[in-house]
């Protein structure tokens, strides 16, 4: 298939993701900011910040009424997750709070004097006035534990191993007659019921909840209850191959032991990077609105994840409409005036990767890199009739051969804006800065930019490295 049609279809026509419609914290705080140019304060995805990667997102309202996030930490390499977790929070879903090292199983942090293993996915959840943290260890035998702490902040203290438990992923849930449940697994969703002080289990470990034969369970469990049923949310590999559990699945039962019965994707994270091996995630509702939290991978590989969130939206059947992935995530529609990063980027074809720098005693700073002829990249979705914009101006970072930008809107086959000639680096600088007048945009449409040389370059070769690019309105 080549690669203008997989964009259109990818790049759906149905806008529905445009119109939330709802009056939540953060469509007030829109409002309130309504495209006043680059100062603009609004949520983009990913939701990290530049050179954090955190990843396997368990999102929790707590008593507080803020937003927490508890997931696992990336570190630079290949391989998943480290030693230590970070906390993420949030008043708006807009500006986000880090808590660095509130559980770890080596250096800063650590609280647990039976291990010193990685760290996988975990959950938290409050509980009469305390928060327990679910962990689970990347070692086989009993690899869960639990670890309490007296705020949604941590530090969470004196881990300890849950003993009966055989697997990863745990999932947290506390139903309406306030009996705790726990729940894990891969390849093989198990669950039990948790003690009355919430650190170990009770009674039978019930097995085979959902299957990776059945329900094309792989991993990542997350129960939540919605009017009644019970919602099994996973990582599964139906749509990619069985080695491949980029989507978000979920089933449904009406006890929470099942039987659970398969009823769709949520999200679906492939082509966020150029290699895609799995998801994980967790949804939640802020103010009367609902969303799924789920992570991207960048650098080129399956790791260095960051998460990313989208409205969701459910039938009146309770069935949930799948989501699609956007830079504009909860924020509504982007104005063109905004300078965007170019690695928020939510779809990339070809072989481009988000990449971070990290000067000495300097900021992080991450932007698609290993750009190559014919590569092209997405962001979603831009309000060209906020304002007029006559020019386009991008950044690139560190050597690049002569080459051009296309600018398109929806397809990289769609209607043409403009096209960036970016000429040869020459000399010592360490940036180039270059710009183009466009023909004017209307309507609310996806960005697609698509790389080209402007004379051969040998296969394997790169192109350039794109940091940022904005639209300006230089009409006096």
Sequence with gaps: ???????????????????????????????????????????????????????????????????????????????????????????????????????????????????????????CIYHDGQYYLYYCLAADGENEGVAVSSSPYGPFKNGLAIKGITGIDPSVFIDDDGQAYLFWGQGNAKGAKLSKDMLSIEGEVHERLLTYEEHAFNEASSVRKINGTYYYIYAGHQRHGKSNCATLNYATATSPFGPYTYRGVIIDNLHSNRRVENNHGSIIEIDGQWYIFYHRPTHGGTSMRKVCLEPIFFNPDGTIQEAEMTTQGAGGPISPLLRMDAARACLMLGNMTVAVRRPADDIPVEYLSEIRNGDCACW?????????????????????????????????????????????????????????????????????????????VPDGQDLMNLEWFTFENRIK
């Design 1 to 123: 298939m080549n690669k203008v049609l997989l964009f259109n279809l990818l790049c759906v026509s149905a806008f529905t993701i445009l119109s939330i419609g709802c009056t939540s914290k953060q469509a007030r705080l829109q409002d309130e900011v309504k495209y006043p140019g680059i100062a603009m304060a609004r949520m983009l995805n990913p939701i990290v910040p530049a050179g954090v990667y955190i990843a396997d997102p368990e999102v929790r309202l707590m008593p507080d009424g803020k937003i927490y996030l508890y997931g696992s930490r990336d570190e630079p390499g290949t391989a998943w997750c480290s030693h230590s977790y970070h906390v993420m929070s949030s008043s708006d879903l807009v500006h986000w709070d880090v808590e660095q090292f509130s559980f770890a199983t080596q250096g800063a942090g650590k609280q647990t004097d039976y291990t010193e293993e990685v760290l996988y996915a975990p959950d």
């Design 380 to 456: 979603k979705y831009y309000d060209f009739d906020a304002s007029m914009v006559t020019h386009f101006v991008c950044k690139t970072w560190g050597k690049n051969q002569a080459g051009k930008i296309e600018i398109h809107l929806d397809d990289p086959a769609g209607e043409l804006l403009g096209t960036c000639e970016v000429a040869s680096m020459d000399g010592e600088v360490a940036y180039a800065i270059h710009e183009t007048e466009i023909k004017p945009a209307t309507g609310k449409r996806a960005l697609v930019l698509v790389f080209k040389a402007t004379s051969p």
